[in-house]
């Protein structure tokens, strides 16, 4: 079992940046492939990013593709997701997960959540 929690959230104005951090404590880090997903108010849970067990691979979201980067740093149980130019549209509560299946964009395929940490937006 491992939990995680999110850390980095907040308020930005629009084009701004924030990095979020997940640190993981419980099972070897390395054995769980990582994601973040988001959910905005009223809207259902959706994927973000993903990234593998060994962190040599990453899948992110057509519209954070060369906004956002998912990173790993396997020897401080630590996944980052760094947003860049953030838009009105990227606000919402940001989770990150854990799985066995690598670059899984589907989240029944995570077993494991922290508990969230909100990103604002404004215009």
């Known amino acids: 079992q491992v939990q995680l929690v999110e850390s980095g959230g907040g308020s930005v104005q629009a084009g701004g940046s924030l990095r979020l951090s997940c640190a993981a404590s419980?099972?070897?880090?390395?054995?769980?492939?990582m994601g973040w997903f988001r959910q905005a108010p009223g809207k259902e849970r959706e994927f973000v990013a993903a990234?593998?067990?060994?962190?040599?691979?990453?899948y992110l979201k057509d519209s954070v593709k060369g906004r956002f980067t998912i990173s790993r740093d396997n020897a401080k149980s630590t996944v980052y997701l760094q947003m860049s130019s953030l838009k009105p549209e990227d606000m919402a509560v940001y989770y990150c997960?854990?799985?066995?299946?690598?670059?899984?964009?589907?989240?029944?395929?995570?077993?494991?959540w922290g508990q969230g940490t909100q990103v604002t937006v404004s215009s």
């Open positions: 997960a854990a799985g066995f299946v690598d670059y899984s964009s589907y989240a029944g395929q995570y077993a494991y």
């Open positions: 419980g099972r070897t880090f390395s054995s769980y492939s």
């Open positions: 990234i593998s067990r060994s962190g040599g691979g990453t």
